[in-house]
């Protein structure tokens, strides 16, 4: 892509972004979360594959410091480029800027309900939909969730343990163990337990 394409590019995505954020002062924030809408209309401007080859073509031609694409990263964090791969999601590499291990051991300490916490949730949780149930949460044990805290503190436990959990399509014909809500509560405190121990660990 030349150069001027280049400059063409960013002025159309400052314009999508900029428009993105004038739809609702409240997310002006640093750090707080899209809301659906927002999100959908996000995507609605920028199809993951488009975008996908775009912001690499930014990056080839002007580096990962450009605002915008900063800005592009903040939004949703190339979490489609690499992560999503054959029905399954890790996560986002980076949410507001922030690694998976900030936000597990924020969610540890903090809980779901943190604003934080749960605009991170959200933005995984909207980026993944797949399968005959693309709202339905299931990963790679064939485990399905009532709701993506459950899974993501079961997800932040195994990585912990260095194993590696991914969301996963629910298809029809393959069959979930159900967590019901209290089970998934249990995942949860188990979470915030495992991370209270070594963090104690590290620094008693
Ligand atoms: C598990 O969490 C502890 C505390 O945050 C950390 O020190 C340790 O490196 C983690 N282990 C792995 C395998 O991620
Ligand atoms: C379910 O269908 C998918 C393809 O849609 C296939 O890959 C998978 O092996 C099937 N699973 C079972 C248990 O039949």
């Known amino acids: 892509?030349?150069?001027?394409?280049?400059?063409v590019f960013l002025a159309l995505l400052k314009a999508l972004l900029s428009a993105a954020a004038l739809d609702s002062p409240s997310t002006a924030t640093p750090g707080s979360p899209l809301s659906p809408t927002e999100y959908e209309r996000f995507f609605a401007l920028l199809t993951p594959t488009w975008?996908?080859?775009?912001?690499?073509?930014?990056?080839?031609?002007?580096?990962?410091?450009?605002?915008?694409l900063v800005q592009l990263d903040q939004y949703?964090?190339?979490?489609?480029?690499?992560?999503?791969?054959?029905?399954?999601?890790?996560?986002?590499?980076?949410?507001?800027?922030?690694?998976?291990?900030?936000?597990?051991?924020?969610?540890?300490?903090?809980?779901?309900?943190?604003?934080?916490?749960?605009?991170?949730?959200q933005a995984e949780f909207?980026?993944?939909?797949?399968?005959?149930y693309p709202t339905k949460i299931c990963d790679t044990?064939?485990?399905?969730?009532?709701?993506?805290?459950?899974?993501?503190s079961q997800q932040c436990l195994m990585r912990n343990q260095s194993r590696k959990v991914s969301r996963m399509r629910c298809l029809q014909n393959e069959t979930y163990s159900v967590l019901t809500p209290a089970k998934s509560e249990e995942v949860v405190l188990?979470?915030?337990?495992?991370?209270?121990?070594?963090?104690?660990?590290?620094?008693g």
């Open 141 to 152: 044990d064939y485990v399905q969730y009532p709701n993506y805290c459950a899974f993501k």
């Open 126 to 132: 909207l980026s993944f939909q797949d399968g005959d």
């Open 190 to 203: 188990r979470w915030s337990q495992e991370f209270s121990t070594l963090a104690l660990g590290q620094f």
């Open 51 to 68: 975008k996908a080859e775009t912001t690499c073509r930014l990056r080839a031609t002007h580096g990962c410091r450009n605002p915008t």
């Open 76 to 121: 949703e964090n190339h979490g489609l480029a690499g992560a999503r791969q054959g029905g399954r999601f890790y996560g986002l590499e980076l949410y507001g800027g922030l690694r998976m291990d900030f936000w597990c051991a924020r969610l540890a300490t903090k809980g779901c309900e943190d604003a934080r916490v749960s605009g991170w949730l």
């Open 1 to 7: 892509m030349g150069w001027l394409a280049a400059r």
